[in-house]
């Protein structure tokens, strides 16, 4: 079987065991800030499993695509090195949601695994937790396991728990032993070495744990569930009977092109084996990263990439390449996934350039390194040390972007060594300052909460009435927070002790009410300004944020009369016009532009950023070349074209997020949508999912004039424009 065949061979037999067929979830999971990518099958049904949600269907079968690079499983060190282990895979999952039990798994893991896939029973054995004996008797009656061939491990091993709370339960994997014809091997060295290879782990959630002590109190669910991980490329390597996942189909014609680019044979050289295998992966991983929206960077989730990235780049290096190697094989990991991916086509473009701009600047940086590291020790030899300086090596990190690693492997050649703890020294020093800096925001906001804290009214998201119209009358007060502004610190740092109830004549602070018509700052769109009024007094708004619970905070300066605790006015709520029209004509032609670009550049490109100010509109987003002119008078063009046409914007509240979606709406990559949400439609030209505020009819726009296009990071492009 191919690969291919098994993935399909998986999803079939689920289906027509009644599992609903649901498709992977990108690799940035949607609405989990505690995850950073995607790292298992279960991701997307966390909800079902806690009780937040109720499943739509009882059973479920997905192949998801996984990342391990971060957090609780990074095997980013062993791959490489490992023939089982790769940051980027493909895991094949049955889910029972309160459905199907124990009995069930593990009939269908052994009768897929051994009638469908043909694994030879005699070879395969099952783990099981040591306390776990019903498991382990249904390994021996359904699969008819003799007792030596079911093993039982410690918690460590198979007690899995989502977290300190919530479902927990035993697990089961199903190993295979991949060399029968050796005499037998025991258990700890047996998977240690990787001859006994664990193939697909069936975890049984029967408890919820409760939080408390050193021993959490375990009650049995009422309605137990199943969820399971087969990794695709160990299950493709055992079923083709090769001894890597690396010489299975996935793997072989990628590793084949590099080694053929790099002028050598992939099975010649065990370090340049490695090397191709480290890039084979990482290659896999960038591919499929970039198809979900990530975007190289020096922070979260674009710097995991950045540094797979570069991490492939520099064992390129070891094979001798010193031109962008790995946009150029590309087009090979689509080809080995036989098409499963529609999003590696559709963003193949965007993504080879992206690729390319990002190997070229740091091949760049690694000649600019190279020549600096000399230099550093052509002085230290002079001053007759064999060792860099931690300062100085750390300056060259911070400032060049040099990879500390990198800047080791260069020392080393010539026999040098870094002063680690020198290093680390002026690290922690560094990190030290960030912290502090921060620190001051945090606590600004701490102390709003605290005011907040004390209304019970402002618990509730503040209720905004200003997609219509411009003023509102009798806003009700929930909180005044004055802020006294340290003029030496030019208020970059304000303490707690510089914040009052209530804002005096003259000063600064921050309003929370109980409705509102000030747009508050999201999604690229800039915070209202205008003015509140009361009997005896008015203040300007400045700006206009909201917080985590969806409050709005209006930033305030009193220029008449007082707000003084505990009579506060009613207050009457006056948008500006001149802020707020022009916004809105920016916004609307946002959409307009990134329908063009998609239109005159291809599906491929993504959003990237955009801000929409009164003044002009800046709208990032991925390709990897600059625009011809040609391109940008065609994008101009299509932009015109829409705004005299003068068509009415339709926007719909309330839609359900998949019908939206289906219906062909653009969601924003990474942007966490509620049950409900709300699209802007120009018809027959764009929809998207957006909560930001629009002209009434395109005509309003007026003149599009597209002021810059340059690039602003690799593979990223940023076009400045006015209107009106
Ligand atoms: P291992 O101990 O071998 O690292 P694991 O216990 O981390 O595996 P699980 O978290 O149980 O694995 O994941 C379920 C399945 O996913 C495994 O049985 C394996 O087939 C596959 N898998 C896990 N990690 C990787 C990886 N880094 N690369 C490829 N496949 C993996
Ligand atoms: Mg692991």
């Known amino acids: 079987m191919r690969s291919s065949e098994i993935r399909q061979s998986f999803v079939d037999y689920f289906r027509e065991r009644g599992h609903r067929p649901v498709a992977s979830s990108p690799l940035v999971p949607h609405g989990d800030a505690t995850l950073l990518f995607t790292n298992a099958g279960m991701v997307q049904f966390k909800d079902y499993f ?17 990342l391990r690079v971060s957090g609780k499983h990074n095997d980013l060190e062993n791959v490489g090195p490992s023939p089982r282990h790769h940051t980027f895979f493909e895991m094949l999952g049955n889910f029972s949601f309160g ?128 969820d399971t991980g087969a990794g695709l490329e160990r299950v493709s390597a055992v079923v083709a009977g090769v001894e890597s996942n690396y010489d299975t189909d996935l793997f072989r014609p990628i590793l084949a092109g590099a080694a053929a680019l790099a002028g050598t044979t992939y099975g010649r050289d065990a370090e340049h084996d490695t090397s191709l295998r480290v890039i084979a992966d990482h290659l896999r991983a960038t591919a499929f990263l970039l198809a979900d929206g990530v975007i190289p960077s020096n922070d979260g989730r674009g710097y995991v990439l950045r540094r797979l990235l570069r991490r492939a780049v520099r064992h390129g290096m070891r094979l001798g390449f010193e031109e962008p190697f790995l946009c150029r094989l590309l087009p090979l990991v689509d080809e080995a996934m036989a098409g499963a991916y529609a999003e590696l086509a559709a963003t193949r473009a965007a993504s080879e350039a ?80 960030s912290r502090a800096a921060t620190g001051a925001a945090l606590r600004t906001k701490q102390f709003a909460d605290l005011a907040l804290a004390k209304n019970p009214e402002a618990q509730t998201p503040t209720r905004f009435e200003g997609y219509k119209k411009l003023s509102v009358n009798e806003g009700k007060i929930l909180a005044a927070i004055g802020i006294a502004v340290d003029e030496k610190t030019a208020g970059e740092q304000i303490s707690s002790a510089e914040m009052s109830e209530g804002i005096p004549t003259g000063a600064s602070g921050v309003l929370v009410l109980d ?12 915070g209202d300004k205008g003015e509140v009024r009361w009997p005896g007094g008015r203040a300007k708004v400045v700006d206009t944020t909201k917080d985590n619970a969806g409050r709005v905070l209006h930033f305030v300066e009193v220029l008449d009369g007082a707000l003084q605790p505990p009579h506060y006015p009613l207050l009457d709520l ?57 391109q940008q008078e065609r994008v101009v063009g299509l932009v015109d074209e829409w705004v005299l046409k003068a068509v009415p914007v339709r926007i719909t509240e309330d839609r359900d997020p998949k019908e939206a979606i289906a219906a062909g709406a653009m969601a924003l990559f990474g942007e966490k949508y509620g049950d409900k949400v709300r699209t802007v439609e120009i018809p027959g030209f764009s929809l998207e999912l957006c909560g930001g505020c629009h002209v009434e009819n395109t005509g309003e726009i007026g003149p599009f004039v597209l002021r810059s296009e340059r690039g602003v990071a690799s593979g990223v492009r940023r076009i400045e424009a006015v209107t009106g």
């Not at 499943?55 to 695509?65: E, L, M, Y």
């Not at 069936?202 to 199943?226: C, D, N, Y």
């Not at 409705?515 to 800039?526: D, L």
Request: charged residues 25%; negative net charge; glycine residues 8%.
């Open 50 to 66: 806690t009780g937040a949600a109720r499943p739509p269907f009882p059973r479920a079968v997905t192949v998801q695509k996984c």
């Open 99 to 226: 459905d199907y039990f124990k009995p069930e798994a593990i009939e269908f893991g052994w009768q897929l695994a051994t009638k469908v896939w043909g694994l030879a029973p005699a070879h395969l054995f099952a783990s099981v937790y040591e306390q776990d004996d019903e498991a382990a008797a249904l390994w021996r009656k359904i699969a008819g396991l003799p007792p030596e061939r079911i093993v039982r491990c410690g918690e460590k091993e198979n007690f899995w728990s989502m977290g300190e709370t919530g479902p927990c339960g035993p697990c089961s994997e199903i190993y295979v032993d991949r060399r029968p014809d050796l005499p037998q091997v025991g258990w700890a060295e047996g998977t240690e070495s990787g001859r006994l290879l664990e193939i697909w782990n069936l975890v049984f959630m029967q408890f919820e744990r409760a939080a408390g002590g050193p021993h959490p109190i375990l009650t049995p669910l009422p309605k137990p569930s199943i």
């Open 354 to 433: 992206t690729i390319r701009a990002e190997e070229e600047k740091f091949l760049a940086t690694v000649a600019i390194g190279s020549r600096m590291v000399q230099e550093a020790i052509e002085e230290a030899k002079r001053a007759g040390r064999r060792e860099l300086a931690g300062e100085q090596v750390f300056r060259l990190y911070d400032t060049y972007g040099l990879p500390i690693q990198l800047l080791r492997e260069i020392a080393e050649e010539e026999k040098f060594a870094v002063d680690e703890a020198g290093f680390e020294r002026a690290f922690a020093g560094q990190r030290e300052r």
């Open 515 to 526: 409705k509102t018509v000030f747009y508050a700052e999201s999604g690229g769109q800039v």
């Open 574 to 630: 006056f948008v500006s016009e001149d802020h707020r029209l022009p916004t809105q004509r920016n916004h609307t032609a946002t959409h307009l532009l990134h329908a063009a670009l998609r239109q005159v550049l291809g599906e491929g490109v993504r959003q990237a950023g955009s801000l929409v100010s009164p003044e002009h509109l800046r709208f990032d987003f991925t390709y990897g070349k600059p625009l011809t002119d040609a």
